[in-house]
């Protein structure tokens, strides 16, 4: 069993600064990619960040590109999201997500919430 727990949430003024972490826990050995993504109210969960494990390769949503951070601490079995330059719009529940395999997402934390207040 695969456990992940987000935390770093909260209320942040827009233009301020927020990290979140996403610690990895239980029963796995294979490590292939941590993403972050998030849901608004009324809207459908979307991508945000990915990291691979090993390689450190990262990707971005178009929407976060030069404000958000991702990285990992392979050590502590933790990924972070360093967000930066909040806006309103960027209020939303955050969920990180483990890929093992390289095909799905296979485990999701369950999620913090992050309010930016204009």
């Known amino acids: 069993q695969v456990q992940l727990v987000e935390s770093g949430g909260g209320l942040v003024q827009a233009g301020g600064s927020l990290r979140l972490s996403c610690a990895a826990s239980?029963?796995?050995?294979?490590?292939?990619?941590l993403g972050w993504f998030r849901q608004a109210p009324g809207k459908e969960r979307e991508f945000v960040a990915v990291?691979?494990?090993?390689?450190?390769?990262?990707s971005y949503a178009d929407s976060v590109k030069g404000r958000f951070t991702i990285s990992r601490d392979n050590v502590k079995n933790t990924v972070y999201l360093q967000m930066n330059s909040l806006k309103a719009e960027d209020t939303a529940v955050y969920y990180c997500?483990?890929?093992?395999?390289?095909?799905?997402?296979?485990?999701w934390g369950q999620g913090t919430q992050v309010t930016v207040s204009s």
């Open positions: 239980g029963r796995t050995f294979s490590r292939y990619r």
């Open positions: 990291i691979t494990w090993s390689g450190g390769r990262t």
């Open positions: 997500a483990l890929d093992i395999d390289g095909r799905a997402y296979d485990y």
